[in-house]
């Protein structure tokens, strides 16, 4: 599976932003995709998934999760085809400032492997 984030830019306090995940290689219907974030501070050559906090996912049935910080105020969604995970981002705050990276963690069987891209940063001034 191969994850490409775009959509990561300096926005205002107050600002909204959107956040997508070009989705492509294995079929990612055995998966749960979803959005993490690590904040700037931390070296983003840390080990994949170390210090990286879950902000929302969303399951093959459409089931979606979020973050405490986030609810209400980003909404997570896939198109039709699994091609493409977004994630929109409304009344952005300074603390949600962070490298933000999709994630598909796949389960086949008993074996459990989880695909990340690059990240995209986002950035809140206040």
């Known amino acids: 599976v191969q994850l490409v984030e775009s959509g990561g830019e300096s926005v205002p306090a107050g600002g909204s932003l959107k956040l997508s995940c070009a989705v492509s290689?294995?079929?990612?219907?055995?998966?749960?995709m979803g959005w993490y974030r690590q904040p700037l501070e931390k070296p983003r050559d840390e080990a994949p998934g170390?210090?990286?906090?879950?902000?929302?996912?969303?399951?093959?049935?459409?089931?979606?999760r979020y973050a405490d910080s986030v609810k209400g105020r980003f909404t997570i969604s896939q198109d039709n085809n699994k091609n493409t995970l977004s994630l929109q981002m409304n009344s952005l705050k300074s603390e949600d400032t962070a490298v933000y990276y999709c994630?598909?963690?796949?389960?086949?069987?008993?074996?459990?492997?989880?695909?990340w891209g690059k990240g995209t940063q986002v950035t809140v001034s206040s």
């Open positions: 994630a598909a963690d796949c389960r086949v069987g008993s074996v459990r492997t989880t695909y």
């Open positions: 290689g294995s079929d990612t219907n055995n998966c749960v």
């Open positions: 170390r210090d990286r906090a879950l902000v929302s996912s969303i399951s093959n049935d459409g089931t979606t």
